[in-house]
């Protein structure tokens, strides 16, 4: 070999290492990307356009190799607007991953009158399900497809109630709602499953003249509510009333017993005290029958004795004299 072969050879390594050292510098980089906080991501292969299955849950440098990348995705809970205005949204539009806004929800009750709905929940997706929602859906498409599937599960809830129901009962159809919206973001049976909360209901428009109606209605349920309050309050002062009468009746009864069994006590007194005083009268015209008994003219002897005892008795001062 001679010195200029040497030289080649040489070149050619030289070369070949300059190279390595410049698809090292490149590849590198190009390996590595970064997650930021509040993203999932699926690692995808360049080569076989394939996703892995484990997702990317932890932020940060994440080597991926030469041409692959990470698909991206929301970790943290994201907003679905049905509604007319966008008050209130503005201030989440920047960033990557921004609130899903669509116009209010044409929708009929079940006695057919047409409304349209504004409405909002929030959904987030689960780490474990993100393989299974880019193979059936996509990258991006999945939002679009959410967007039909919480527009199906909400009309038909609406469809479910009456239209004054709207006004009157609304906690039954949230929660109508969001068992719903449950259910249309769960199919296990296809790997998907995304998480929903914070269903609210804000506005429901109905026909100018229903809304009339509603009104008149509430007007007349006040009016009913006051007529009720009156009539309680007119009970509540009747039942008093009854009360105080009942109390003056028991008053005056015990005021009555009481005076007939003073007078019963004073007529058995004054009974007792009678037949006391007639049974010693009694005995004493008892002890002077026998003292006249045998004697032959008992009157005359009997009137004898209240004489000598009215003069006996009789005092000085008196004109009259006591018989008894």
């Known amino acids: ?18 190279l390595w050292v410049i698809f090292g510098a490149v590849a590198v980089p190009l390996s590595l990307k970064s997650m930021e906080q509040g993203k999932y991501a699926v690692e995808l292969n360049w080569a076989s356009q394939s996703i892995a299955k484990e997702p990317v849950i932890q932020p940060g440098m994440k080597f ?22 966008t008050k209130g949204v503005q201030a989440a539009t920047e960033g990557q991953f921004r609130p899903i806004v669509r116009g209010p929800l044409r ?30 859906l996509g990258e991006e498409m999945y939002r679009d497809e959410f967007v039909r599937f919480a527009r199906a599960a909400i009309i038909e809830v609406c469809s479910n109630f009456t239209a004054d129901m709207f006004f009157t009962n609304r906690t039954s159809i949230l929660l109508s709602m969001e068992d719903q919206l449950e259910d249309s973001f769960k199919m296990i049976d ?15 428009d109905l026909p100018d003249q229903f ?53 019963r006590l004073a007529n058995e007194a004054e009974v ?26 008992p009157y005359a002897r009997l009137f004898d004795l209240m004489e000598i005892r009215a003069i006996a008795e009789h005092a000085e001062d008196h004109m009259m004299f006591s018989i008894s």
Not at 4 to 14: P, T
Not at 190 to 204: A, N
Not at 229 to 252: D, F
Request: aromatic share 8%; glycine share 6%.
């Open 1 to 18: 070999m001679g010195l200029e072969d040497v030289q080649i050879v040489k070149a050619c390594c030289i070369g070949c290492c300059c």
């Open 64 to 85: 991926v190799g030469l041409g692959n990348g990470l698909l991206e995705f929301p970790s943290t809970y994201q907003t679905m607007y049905f509604t007319a205005s």
């Open 107 to 136: 929708a009929r009750s079940s006695d057919g009158l047409e409304m349209l709905i504004t409405s909002s929940f929030q959904w987030r997706l689960k780490p474990e399900y993100l393989a299974n929602l880019y193979h059936l």
């Open 190 to 204: 296809r790997g998907l499953y995304i998480e929903i909360k914070g269903v609210q209901l804000q506005e429901v």
């Open 211 to 263: 809304d009339a109606e509603i009104a008149n209605t509430q007007a007349q349920m006040q009016e009913f509510q006051v007529a009720v309050a009156e009539r309680v309050e007119k009970e509540l002062a009747m039942r008093t009333n009854l009360k105080v009468a009942i109390q003056e009746v028991r008053q005056i009864l015990e005021i009555a017993t009481g005076k007939a069994e003073s007078i």
């Open 272 to 297: 007792a005290q009678q037949l006391i005083f007639h049974e010693r009268q009694a005995l004493a015209n008892a002890a002077i029958l026998a003292q006249f008994e045998n004697d032959s003219e």
